[in-house]
């Protein structure tokens, strides 16, 4: 496969060794690295309340997270979310768990999956923001996007739910789901054995991609062949430790039996500690960083209209769409510069012909008002000559008057001293 | 809404038993063996410095044509030009596309000056290739990786000082790529003219601020300092080449025979071919690749970006602000 690959492009031709040169010491030179750095894996447990999503965490990781349990009545489904850092011998992992809380406790479940689709695209979006980043430290990068989600199957011994169904199928192109039949203590083998088949065709007939342990390394094939078959894994978990023989094992009491945990005659959990940790981890964080978080880049940047080729086929580089866009954008940043301008140009003209319409107002009624005080004026000028008039008469009239008067007298008085004579 | 109830803090929790973690090591291994290795290393230096020679010996295989083989006919180019060969290698397993890429005609002109910028414009063309791939919207599961990991850069055996050409060339270059230094055709010089050769090139490198692999200031952890600062102690290494073998003592080993003896190229006591070797290859080939990866290549890409100043939040790519609390930086409104 790798010979083809790299010998398909350049003519490139294999060579054969005189002797011991020393580069197949490069795994451990990785695998070095890598101690020192540290590994990071992280899961996604969905599931009811009270299935018994922590007990399994506590149980997968021989640990206890310490989780509290949750309520039943939780108005939204939520997601919580802890980071642990696990040594085992030279290995260091940070591992977080995420859980959901209130998953499946609503009257209304039609938007429950929402929060977890939600979640797993921020941890992308996070990590496609890093990448594109100019001055970014990828290596350096702590990964919390989701490696494997933990589908926990109510274990009602019929078939999916339809909260089930339309979550899973939400979830399938943008997580690795592997599914499990949780308190699987309850069922027994041969309903175990039809409930598993009617899973597993429901989630086929559904078109739901759930996570297929790979078979492309001969070392691992034919194991995960095996395991390929008897998903959905059917799990107990336990932290309590029961006498059974002369060993303590993990295991759930019960006045009829003893549920062990680690037998694999009794449940799956050994299957799935196996494919989880010891086989496909590193698998699971491939498949998530090259399939799911590409999907999720590509779509993103399509969105926002980025392409590898413009209309004619021919290669466009981002960084062509790029200066495209930002040119686009800038026209589109002047263009709108421009209209406000112009808004407010306009908008002086208005207030202009509106105040000069005002004033043109004020000016007419002010010459009117003058008319009308200059009309008053003559009036009353024109009583006021009247008046003088009639005085100027009436004082003739009375100064005849009195003449008349004075006259008169003096005749009067003539002829009264006529007759006294 | 959602509110998330995410803790920032991590828990150091212990084990109470087996889990099966450390299997993950495993997983690397056989992932590793999987998907191969690429290599490409650059030898720089005059003609007729063993470069040819050297490669063939690392690599245990006939990696390069030697250009002073009877049917080559190439007559000295008036340019520097880049001649590159890939080969595919298998060891126990581990499959390795080495890429030797030689540079005929460095140094060999009577003007030397800017002989190395068709060098490193090769190496920026390698940065930019990768780039652009990286920058597609449908990308290759695996991009190609043709970016050089390691520059060897051959020093003729003077036993004097750093030659101008030397300084200019390994300031320059030294900027965008892991440079190796060799003392190349060393078994002209003893041990003593070799030591205070070594000596004087070193304060030559300080004193014109060269720096070279392995850097300093990339050291990771103090357990890293100090197999480095070993190395750092010892370069450049003092080498010499063969492809032929010899009988010394009832063993076969690769060496060249002259009438005053037989200089067996891996005996760690005639020459530092060995430390190179180990060095390159059996040690520090991953920490090669990824010092290209995560701090040349980035350099690259950040001076890149910047001058052509993208600058994606300007875009509003981010819609929603980052869960730990950093404001989100696209400022696409408020620009008006």
Redesign the interface.
């Known amino acids: 496969l790798f010979e083809e690959k790299m010998a398909a492009g350049q003519g490139v031709r294999p060579l054969s060794l005189a002797g011991h040169v020393g580069f197949d010491s490069l795994p451990d030179q990785l695998v070095n690295k890598s101690i020192c750095q540290g590994f990071c894996f992280n899961i996604l447990c969905i599931g009811e309340t009270g299935i018994g999503k922590s007990t399994l965490m506590d149980t997968l990781f021989n640990t206890n997270f310490e989780n509290l349990e949750s309520s039943h009545f939780e108005p939204q489904v939520k997601l919580h979310a802890q980071t642990y850092d696990l040594q085992e011998s030279n290995v260091r992992l940070r591992l977080t768990v995420v859980n959901t809380v209130g998953f499946g406790d609503q009257m209304n479940k039609q938007e429950s999956y929402q929060p977890v689709v939600d979640y797993i695209d921020r941890q992308f979006e996070s990590y496609l923001q890093e990448e594109l980043k100019i001055k970014r430290s990828l290596h350096n990068y702590h990964d919390s996007r989701v490696h494997a989600c933990l589908y926990f199957i109510s274990p009602s011994g019929h078939s999916l739910k339809s909260l089930d169904l339309v979550t899973m199928k939400k979830l399938d192109s943008k997580v690795n789901i592997i599914p499990v039949i949780a308190k699987a203590d309850t069922i027994s083998k041969s309903e175990l054995h039809k409930f598993k088949i009617k899973i597993m065709s429901e989630l086929v007939s559904n078109g739901v991609q759930i996570y297929q342990f790979p078979l492309d390394d001969e070392t691992v094939a034919k194991v995960n062949t095996t395991m390929n078959g008897h998903l959905p894994f059917a799990v107990v978990g336990s932290t309590e430790e029961v006498s059974v023989g002369n060993k303590m094992v993990k295991a759930r009491q019960y006045p009829w039996g003893v549920v062990q945990v680690e037998n694999e005659s009794h449940c799956d959990f050994v299957k799935l500690r196996e494919m989880l940790i010891c086989v496909n981890m590193e698998d699971l964080r491939e498949q998530t960083h090259t399939r799911h978080y590409e999907l999720y880049r590509r779509c993103k940047l399509e969105e926002m209209g980025f392409k590898d080729t413009d209309p004619e086929c021919k290669p466009v580089s981002l960084q062509q769409t790029y200066e495209a866009k930002r040119q686009e954008f800038l026209v589109e940043l002047q263009k709108r510069e421009d209209e406000m301008r112009q808004m407010f140009v306009q908008r002086v003209k208005e207030k202009e012909s509106e105040l000069k319409e005002a004033e043109r107002d004020l000016q007419g009624r002010f010459e009117q008002l003058k008319r009308l005080h200059a009309d008053e004026k003559a009036a009353l000028e024109e009583k006021k000559r009247l008046l003088d008039e009639d005085q100027s008469s009436f004082g003739k009239r009375r100064a005849a008057a009195q003449l008349l008067q004075a006259q008169s007298l003096t005749a009067n008085g003539k002829k009264d001293k006529d007759r006294k004579k | 809404m959602?509110?998330?109830?995410?803790?920032n803090?991590?828990?150091?929790?212990?084990?109470?038993?087996?889990?099966?973690?450390?299997?993950?090591?495993d997983?690397?291994?056989?992932?590793?063996?999987?998907?191969?290795?690429?290599?490409n290393i650059m030898v720089v230096g005059q003609s007729g410095l063993g470069k040819s020679t050297l490669v063939n010996t690392?690599?245990?295989?006939?990696?390069s044509r030697k250009s002073c083989t009877p049917n080559c006919e190439e007559k000295i180019s008036k340019t520097v030009k880049l001649h590159s060969v890939?080969?595919?290698?298998?060891?126990?397993?581990?499959?390795?596309?080495l890429t030797v890429i030689d540079t005929p005609g460095f140094g060999d002109q009577i003007n030397n000056e800017n002989c190395w910028e068709p060098i490193v414009k090769h190496i920026n063309e390698q940065y930019e290739k990768y780039l652009?791939e990286e920058?597609?919207?449908?990308?290759k599961?695996r991009i190609?990786d043709s970016r050089v990991h390691c520059c060897i850069y051959f020093l003729p055996a003077t036993g004097h000082r750093l030659r101008p050409i030397d300084v200019e060339f390994m300031k320059r270059v030294g900027k965008i790529v892991s440079i190796v230094p060799v003392i190349a055709k060393a078994d002209t010089l003893t041990i003593e003219e070799r030591q205070e050769f070594k000596e004087r090139i070193r304060q030559d490198l300080a004193a014109n601020g060269i720096r070279v692999y392995p850097q300093k200031e990339y050291d990771?952890?103090p357990e890293?300092r100090i197999l480095n600062d070993r190395i750092r102690e010892s370069i450049p290494f003092a080498v010499v080449g063969t492809?032929k073998e010899h009988q010394v003592n009832g063993n076969k080993v690769l060496g060249r025979k002259t009438k005053w003896g037989i200089i067996e190229v891996e005996n760690v006591a005639h020459c530092e071919f060995a430390n190179l070797?180990?060095l390159l290859?059996?040690?520090?080939?991953?920490?090669l690749k990824?010092v290209t990866h995560?701090i040349h290549y980035?350099t690259y890409?950040?001076r890149r970006?910047?001058e052509?100043?993208?600058?994606?939040s300007?875009?509003g790519?981010?819609a929603?602000p980052?869960?730990n609390g950093t404001a989100d930086t696209s400022e696409?409104e408020s620009?008006?």
């Open positions: 959602l509110v998330l109830a995410l803790e803090h991590t828990v150091c929790t212990d084990l109470f038993g087996y889990v099966g973690i450390e299997a993950v090591l997983q690397m291994r056989r992932k590793t063996m999987k998907v191969g290795l690429e290599f690392l690599f245990k295989s006939k990696v890939s080969h595919v290698i298998e060891e126990k397993g581990m499959k390795m596309k652009r920058l597609h919207i449908n990308r599961r190609p990771d952890d890293e492809d070797r180990d290859i059996r040690s520090h080939l991953q920490d990824d995560n980035e890409r950040v970006l910047n052509s100043n993208m600058n994606f300007e875009l790519l981010s929603r980052l869960e696409s620009h008006l």
